[in-house]
């Protein structure tokens, strides 16, 4: 009863839902129950199914130990409306699953979710501007000319261009590196790095590229506080002013300073309260819709934490600045509220770290489809988002460094030819320094006295010889 560990990879959400059913399927149990004085052969109660399910869950690499028994039953009831299961008397579609000794078996065929045909999407080359390129609205044509009085000379220089002896001249245009491009070239190596780190020939069948904004990039990088968070043009898009009281709140408690209101028996329930209702009416979910698949296919990388954080890292750049923004401080305070020993119980028989995967998973991950394993898959994602919060939502140094050094480069070649001249005042090639600054003869070194001394030899006795 062991699940295949699924890594990131297009389509990853559609293998983890095809092989659940085809274990649950394949696997469970079934036997010989009896319903209102009547047997039925080859079923199993609702409560068994929970039982087993739970279990084979639960010692997946693929969703991990955290999950619950309620996430259970969420996906039996999927597993009810899509077809996967029927209640014993054919039923399916419009019944509700409940955990109780209701019996239920399989159809003839559990219908497998079909892979979903995505346009193939082609890749999008960044084509930087040439010299030779006119700006858009002009041609060679459209220049306008003086007219010119024709006579001898003039009519030997174009039959000399027309028959190939002189190369024609051609207008050069001279053009800059304008926004566009340097957006383009955040957008271009930001989903190059993401491909690296995924292991993917292409990132076509898990990120539509066109929906890639690079001014959120930008933005996500730039404008942030001294605390990384997100800080916003429009103020329009910012959290409610209560909203953001009520997180500051839980995330400092009980050293709240803001709170002028006095505080009574079990406001701090009532303030959990009023974050979760907030975020549970958003219209879409923090990691966007057209992002579900890349978030999912990341998390096939959570056996190799570093790897998944630098994944996770990119992605989250992405988002809209206003999303990012509320991950950020949302995860801030589920954070800090799962490690602060003096927070009182905020649901009673329930963890705290539990509590928030439960409360916030649907508003941070969710699938437009309903045939999905979203929940498991966001309560999975949720609490790596916890654990490694700081890092994830950190701007990737390595990512921005090699970015910036290749808009430097850019700019620096365009303006060498652009301006060739300048460029060899401020940065000469080591033929203008030879003209500029000739090599000077070596001095000889100097000779000292003592070098031209004999070098030093022994006394010798010599005989004297008298005349």
Not at 224 to 249: F, M, R, Y
Not at 337 to 354: A, F, I, Q, S
Not at 365 to 384: H, I
Request: contains cysteine.
């Amino acid at each position: 009863m062991e699940h295949r560990i699924v890594g990131p990879g297009p389509y990853r959400a559609t293998k983890l839902w095809n092989e659940t059913v085809e274990l649950f399927r394949a696997r469970m149990p079934l036997r010989k129950h009896r319903c209102r004085f009547k047997s039925y052969e080859h079923c199993f109660t609702a409560a068994e199914a929970v039982d087993w399910l739970h279990e084979l869950l639960r010692c997946s690499q693929n969703f991990g130990p955290e999950v619950t028994r309620k996430q259970t039953v969420q996906l039996l009831k999927k597993f009810l409306k899509n077809h996967v299961i029927e209640d014993i008397k054919g039923k399916w579609g419009q019944e509700d699953f409940e955990d109780n000794r209701h019996l239920y078996r399989f159809p003839p065929s559990s219908p497998l979710k079909p892979y979903p045909k995505k346009p193939s999407y082609q890749k999008d080359v960044i084509k930087f501007p040439e010299w030779n390129d006119p700006p858009p609205g002009t041609s060679q044509e459209n220049i306008p000319v003086r007219p010119v009085v024709m006579n001898s000379e003039m009519w030997y220089k174009r039959h000399s261009i027309a028959i190939g002896e002189v190369p024609a001249c051609r207008l050069v245009h001279r053009r800059q590196l304008t926004e566009a491009n340097v957006e383009e070239i955040w957008k271009s190596m930001t989903l190059s790095y993401l491909q690296k780190i995924l292991g993917l020939h292409s990132l076509e069948e898990v990120l539509d590229s066109k929906l890639v904004n690079s001014k959120f990039i930008i933005h996500n990088v730039y404008s942030v506080s001294k605390q990384g968070v997100v800080i916003l043009d429009d103020k329009s898009k910012e959290l409610p002013h209560w909203v953001l009281s009520a997180l500051k709140c839980l995330a400092n408690w009980p050293n709240c300073s803001d709170l002028k209101q006095p505080m009574y028996l079990g406001f701090e329930k009532d303030v959990f309260k009023t974050i979760a209702d907030y975020y549970s009416h958003l219209k879409e979910p923090l990691l966007t819709f057209h992002l579900f698949d890349a978030f999912v296919s990341v998390l096939g990388l959570l056996q190799k934490e570093k790897m998944a954080v630098e994944a996770f890292q990119i992605c989250c750049l992405f988002l809209p600045p206003e999303n990012r923004r509320k991950l950020q401080l949302l995860m801030r305070m589920m954070a800090r509220l799962c490690l602060n020993k003096e927070m009182p119980p905020l649901c009673d028989g329930v963890g705290t770290r539990t509590l928030m995967v439960q409360t916030f998973s649907h508003c941070i991950l969710c699938s437009k489809d309903d045939v999905d394993l979203d929940e498991l898959l966001a309560a999975r994602l949720v609490t790596f988002l916890m654990d490694n919060y700081q890092e994830i939502l950190k701007v990737p140094v390595a990512l921005q460094t090699s970015i910036e050094e290749r808009v430097a480069h850019l700019r620096r070649v365009q303006f060498q030819k652009s301006y060739p001249e300048v460029y060899q005042q401020r940065f000469p090639t080591p033929e203008s320094e030879t003209l500029l600054f000739p090599e000077k003869p070596k001095p000889r070194p100097q000779l000292l006295m003592w070098a031209l001394k004999k070098p030093f030899q022994p006394f010798q006795r010599t005989r004297s010889f008298r005349m």
